[in-house]
């Protein structure tokens, strides 16, 4: 019998700093109607010195783990989404390995920005349906405050730290069978990294880099790439857009989400949104997005979850998920 992946847990975890729009103004030309009119933000959440990417990612994970009725002991992988690794090397997801107590096993860094959580989850899938792991850790984690540059109003009021994460696990599964992760799709055009990219890096000099952003341009391909993307994935499931119970985007942009719930026939109601709270947290976004509506009750067994980010590089991609 063929296996399917199946997300039994799920988890986040925040720093407790929180920067408003208001304390942000103080330091930033900017106000918080300027804030909230363009981009739907009225707080973000910051990491305080020490406060490592590897530390939110095993916050998450520890989470997701309890959730789903596991230890790290359990574990055949762990991956995470990063942009913001704690180190050049090794991998954020090696330290989080180590945290957790899993002794055996593999751990690895996946780098899609934005993207990452949707690209980590499709290798996980990938990884369950191959029988080469049971139980995956899945985890998007950044601290975005740290290659922000706060002397450009247009970025730094954008970003915020976080982490999430999912617990995967193989089930066997017949042809009947319509649970679990039912497809991913995955996209890049790297002709287009320069609409979003930081500026350094090892390997082209020894800064680390700010990012920096075409908005308009982004804006503009995000959410063309995103409504092709789950139209998509809902036709390889033999689906329509008024069979999606939940849209779990990534949180970049109020306006973003809007216009690509426009696009896709979907209401306000229908779309889970975290982007005021959270501000965008790029990898961690989808998945802090579907833990609170996981939490609160908002996503029940049986429904129909459609995940889609798009980031840097740029990539794109989404996921559908039979509760």
Same mark, same amino acid.
């Given at each position: ?26 330091? @930033? ?61 090794? !991998? ?37 349906? &191959? ?68 500026? /350094? /890096? ?33 036709? &390889? ?37 975290? @982007? ?5 947290? !790029? ?10 509506? @996981? ?6 067994? /049986? ?13 794109? /991609? ?6």
């Amino acid at each position: 019998m063929p296996y399917r992946s199946r997300i039994i847990g799920t988890g986040s975890h925040l720093p407790e700093k929180v920067l408003t729009n208001a304390e942000l103004s103080k330091s @930033v030309d900017t106000t918080d109607e300027w804030i909230v009119e363009r981009t739907g933000i009225h707080q973000r959440h910051v990491a305080k010195e020490g406060e490592t990417t590897a530390a939110l990612a095993f916050q998450a994970g520890e989470k997701a783990l309890d959730a789903a009725g596991l230890t790290g002991q359990d574990l055949d992988l762990i991956i995470v989404a990063t942009t913001t690794p704690d180190n050049t090397f090794p !991998s954020t997801a090696t330290k989080v390995q180590a945290m957790l107590g899993m002794d055996g096993g593999a751990a690895f860094d996946v780098q899609a920005v934005c993207s990452g959580f949707i690209y980590a989850l499709s290798i996980a899938d990938n990884f369950v349906r &191959a029988g080469q792991a049971k139980n995956v850790l899945v985890i998007g984690a950044e601290v975005l405050s740290r290659i922000v540059d706060w002397n450009d109003r247009t970025t730094c009021v954008l970003f915020g730290d976080g982490a999430g994460a999912v617990v995967v696990q193989a089930t066997e599964t017949d042809e009947n069978d319509q649970t679990g992760i039912l497809s991913t799709h995955l996209h890049s055009d790297g002709k287009l990294r320069d609409l979003l990219y930081t500026d /350094g /890096g090892p390997g082209t000099n020894s800064t680390v880099g700010h990012i920096r952003m075409l908005g308009r341009e982004v804006f503009r391909h995000a959410v063309t790439n995103l409504a092709t993307v789950v139209d998509e994935a809902l036709q &390889a499931n033999g689906l329509t857009q008024s069979d999606i119970d939940w849209l779990v985007p990534h949180q970049a942009n109020k306006r973003i989400l809007d216009s690509t719930a426009k696009k896709l026939g979907l209401s306000a109601d229908h779309v889970v949104i975290t @982007v005021d709270k959270h501000a965008n947290t !790029s990898a961690a976004s989808v998945p802090l997005a579907l833990d609170t509506a @996981v939490r609160d009750g908002r996503i029940q067994k /049986g429904q129909l979850v459609l995940m889609e980010a798009m980031g840097g590089g740029l990539t794109w /991609g989404a996921s559908l998920v039979r509760w």
